[in-house]
């Protein structure tokens, strides 16, 4: 049989788990109260895409309410102010963080979000810091202490933990809505209207129109040669004047001017995949837009050329490092309002189409969809 141990914990272990408790509770309300901070910075400088966008829990809304909390809930574990509620609080937070942190990972993201625009990764965070302390925080709870009072904690105690906690909450929301960058965002550009395949297919080869060949004059002919030479300029005007009427004005995208490679993407048909390196859904679609555009290499048949466009800020990103593809930045010069991947397409440097934010076509449907569109 088992029996419970109820033997009284000797002074020297209360000693080593109160200092236990207290260096974790310590480590613990840190790194909550400095990850804010990281979040709070983020959010001025950074855009992030708002709940009808996103979803809630990622939005600039929830930024709003978790940033003040998450300080807060830092600063009240520093204090020491009813230890066993605030290590209870601590305690919930760190496994609601593994169960977040470890959704990421599965889903591959490849910065857990934690640390603002500290990227770390997802599987490093949870086996490494909320694992951890989550599992330290129950190994060394707080010994001898009520979960509520009395007895009541020294008044300036309570007040020096009060006074940072409720002050950053009651500031922080108003300072991110005041101060929140202006973000360019994607408009509704005109597109280039009246295209044909054949017309795209021609163009982005960079071919030019057949010329026909000129008129050789019969044995029943009897008009000299010099009227042969007037009759054939005659003839060819009208169709040099339909080979130029042929290619339309294209105005060029407006945002070509903040792209580093916009020289080469100025000629043809091109589809430019925007990503943000930790980007899940960048990973997912970038390789097959670069195994595409290898197929297509290899068959000698490019219907158009793929360019892959880093968002800033920058970063190793999913992007195979010899891939056939274009790859640039966006200028870092001007802040993005912009949920990647986002797919434009243009030709010859104009607007032709581009795709919900968030999403990607797969490339080998994009040519119907642009026709489709057209």
């Not at 400088?45 to 830092?74: C, D, K, N």
Request: net charge negative; aromatic share 12%.
């Amino acid at each position: 049989m088992f029996f419970m141990d109820n033997r009284p914990i000797k002074p020297h272990n209360r000693c080593t788990m109160k200092l236990g408790n207290r260096i974790i509770m310590t480590i613990a309300g840190l790194l909550l109260a400095g990850a804010a901070l990281l979040k709070f910075h983020e959010a001025l400088t950074v855009y992030i895409p708002s709940w009808r966008e996103h979803g809630i829990w990622e939005s600039y809304e929830f930024f709003l309410f978790q940033i003040p909390l998450e300080f807060a809930l830092g600063v009240w574990i520093l204090s020491g102010v009813f230890r066993k509620a605030s290590w209870l609080a601590a305690a919930a937070a760190f496994f609601a963080f593994s169960i977040i942190t470890l959704i990421k990972g599965m889903l591959g993201v490849q910065s857990c979000g934690c640390f603002g625009r500290i990227h770390v990764d997802p599987w490093y965070t949870l086996f490494f810091i909320d694992i951890p302390i989550f599992l330290l925080l129950l190994i060394f709870p707080p010994k001898g202490e009520k979960l509520l009072p009395p007895p009541w904690p020294h008044p300036f105690h309570a007040l020096a933990a009060a006074i940072p906690a409720i002050g950053f909450m009651a500031v922080a929301a108003p300072i991110l809505v005041a101060f929140r960058p202006e973000f360019k965002k994607p408009e509704s550009w005109t597109p280039v209207q009246h295209l044909s395949p054949d017309f795209v297919s021609k163009t982005n080869n960079q071919t030019t129109p057949a010329q026909p060949s000129p008129i050789a004059p019969t044995p029943d002919q009897t008009s000299p040669p010099a009227q042969i030479e007037e009759q054939d300029n005659t003839t060819s005007q009208p169709e040099q004047a339909n080979s130029s009427d042929e290619t339309p004005a294209v105005p060029q995208w407006p945002w070509l001017q903040y792209i580093d490679i916009a020289d080469q993407l100025k000629t043809g048909l091109a589809v430019i995949l925007m990503y943000h390196h930790d980007c899940p859904t960048c990973a997912q679609m970038i390789p097959l837009y670069d195994e595409y555009a290898r197929q297509m290499l290899q068959q000698e048949d490019q219907p158009f050329q793929i360019a892959f466009v880093a968002i800033p800020p920058y970063h190793e990103g999913p992007v195979p490092p010899d891939t056939p593809c274009l790859q640039g930045r966006l200028s870092d010069k001007e802040k993005w309002a912009i949920m990647s991947p986002y797919v434009v397409a243009l030709l010859d440097g104009g607007f032709l189409k581009d795709w919900p934010q968030g999403t990607a076509p797969m490339p080998q449907n994009i040519l119907d969809e642009i026709f489709d569109h057209q």
